[in-house]
């Protein structure tokens, strides 16, 4: 999970510095002014003064400067996509739902992914395109419902920082045997003081690093020695023995719900990745994510699938995901997942405040980056007094708030089908592919049955 932290080690430095420079961090960005932040700009014409030749070899090396500037951006925006869905509540979810549903979870893992990909390859290319962010291009398409998509994304991410701070809570109870809620108060306090301190991100930022690595080289690790039938699981995702779509809805809400649709899109525009000739790497951009994305879902899922498949039963009211690596892994192993999975969780408040405080922007032009820091200090605060007054167990949050984001996620994926149907307008002239099109209104209409159905579900398990 590295580079969600690098983002967020930005963030923490530019908001505690000089608010002029707009934060490389979980969709920063602004509804006021240009699309690229001041030091991101593309190189302006050399000095006057200058010869020729110096002035030519400045512009050269300052345009070099600024691709590499922007292909950094679409490496953060492809990791700060696929990070921000591998957290606590995907680890939790993915646990849950492989206890109940076994191999044949492998089936929703792989739906999830191919809706992940209509989504984003849609989303991606459409903001890319208009230049605009989505609320604006919302506004433009259908008055009034930039405001409806920025309020659902608000309360989406209010949800998610419910669960981070669950997850945190969790996380601490794996390491130092901590009451869940007083951890979850810790980290989110600890979180806030991060948030305000000028060099503690970049400190977090390169021991995130190091602990994402280890992570995932767990994940493998576990994956491998836990012994999962591989076969079985590999057909079942193709010809499943059932199908649960509220596990499915849960999963897509957790990984594409929310901000998460729109924070790399964001991050790509801030950068000055804007108009129809950049389609293509915006493209790779998202399909890279979605795949790096999808690989760490399957990977994790046949290390828990293993562990439930030798006969353990994972308490999913408890932590599953940490009883499914205490037993492949021994004592050492879930002291190191506890630890990732609340350094994971505090990172992940930070961001998800961070970047839903950015959506309260579209309701007044006045809020500038000062006032930002205070709403996602407020954000966090908001979200830890809901939590510790939210008598459900933190791994029931943690399924929940990806549901909830996946009941709410097919309202703004309608419409960006409706843009790209009926308000060809707002696409400056670009002719946008059909079979895109055919295949977003394919999952709008797939999210929106599942959501249907899925909704009993989901709200029972916080009854």
């Given at each position: 999970m590295p580079h969600k932290v690098n983002n967020l080690g930005l963030l923490f430095t530019n908001l505690a510095g000089s608010t002029r420079t707009r934060p490389a961090t979980e969709a920063a960005w602004t509804y006021q002014g240009e699309a690229m932040a001041d030091n991101e700009r593309a190189p302006e014409p050399a000095d006057t003064e200058h010869s020729a030749d110096t002035e030519h070899a400045g512009t050269a090396e300052q345009a070099k400067d600024f691709v590499k500037r922007r292909r950094a951006s679409l490496i953060g925006a492809i990791f700060m996509m696929a990070t921000s869905a591998i957290g606590p509540g995907f680890i939790t979810q993915t646990a849950t739902f492989t206890q109940q549903l076994g191999?044949?979870?492998?089936?929703?893992?792989?739906?999830?992914?191919?809706?992940?990909?209509?989504?984003?390859?849609?989303?991606?290319?459409?903001?890319?395109?208009?230049?605009?962010?989505?609320?604006?291009l919302a506004n433009q398409a259908i008055p009034g419902a930039g405001y409806v998509l920025a309020v659902l994304i608000i309360i989406g991410g209010l949800a998610f920082n419910i669960g981070n701070i669950a997850g945190a809570g969790l996380g601490l109870n794996v390491i130092f045997g901590l009451d869940p809620k007083i951890g979850g108060a810790l980290s989110a306090a600890l979180a806030i003081a991060i948030f305000l301190a000028r060099r503690a991100g970049v400190i977090v930022d390169r021991v995130l690093i190091v602990l994402g690595v280890g992570m995932i080289l767990l994940t493998l690790y576990v994956a491998i020695v836990s012994g999962p039938p591989v076969g079985d699981a590999l057909r079942q995702t193709v010809l499943p023995d059932t199908i649960n779509f509220a596990a499915i809805t849960t999963i897509v809400g957790g990984t594409v719900g929310g901000y998460i649709t729109y924070s790399g899109a964001h991050k790509m525009l801030d950068s000055g990745t804007v108009g129809a000739e950049h389609v293509k790497e915006v493209n790779r951009a998202a399909v890279n994510g979605i795949v790096v994305t999808g690989v760490m879902r399957y990977v994790l899922f046949l290390a828990v699938l293993g562990v439930v498949?030798?006969?353990?039963?994972?308490?999913?009211?408890?932590?599953?995901?940490a009883d499914a690596f205490q037993a492949a892994a021994g004592e050492v192993g879930l002291r190191f997942f506890g630890l990732v999975f609340w350094a994971a969780a505090v990172s992940s408040v930070i961001g998800a405040a961070f970047t839903s405080s950015s959506f309260f922007v579209v309701f007044s032009q006045k809020i500038d980056q000062r006032i930002r820091r205070f709403i996602t200090i407020g954000f966090i605060a908001v979200s830890t007094v809901l939590y510790l007054l939210w008598g459900a167990a933190p791994a029931t949050i943690l399924v929940f708030v990806g549901g909830l984001n996946g009941l709410v996620l097919p309202i703004g994926l309608a419409v960006f089908m409706y843009i790209g149907w009926f308000r060809s307008d707002l696409l400056k002239g670009y002719r946008y592919p059909k079979w895109l099109l055919i295949i977003g209104t394919l999952a709008t209409i797939l999210t929106v049955y599942m959501a249907i159905v899925s909704i009993g579900p989901i709200f029972a398990l916080i009854s």
């Open positions: 191999a044949a979870f492998a089936f929703g893992i792989l739906i999830s992914i191919l809706i992940d990909l209509a989504i984003q390859l849609n989303v991606w290319r459409m903001v890319t395109v208009t230049g605009k962010f989505a609320p604006t498949a030798s006969g353990v039963v994972l308490d999913t009211a408890g932590n599953p995901g």
